[in-house]
């Protein structure tokens, strides 16, 4: 298996960006040299994370999302060690 996560990564089953054996191996991110557990979705290559936003909802029933931009560093938590 690669040891790299992909370079967008979304925890929405119904994105396109949904990898369910990324998922399932488990994936940390690092935002500009810290530690973040509450990314919804990421992407290395354009630099922004998503956030939930509290514990609002929109009219879906989906988490209220903020798009931060900075420096992204993912990595898989089964090979943190």
Sequence with gaps: ???????????????????????????????KGEERNNVEEYCVSEGWIRVAVGKALDRRGNPMTMKLQGEVEPYFRDAAG
């Design 1 to 31: 298996m690669n040891d790299t996560p992909p370079d967008r990564l979304s925890n929405d089953p119904r994105s396109p960006h949904y990898d369910e054996a990324a998922m399932a191996r488990g994936v940390g991110i690092r935002f």
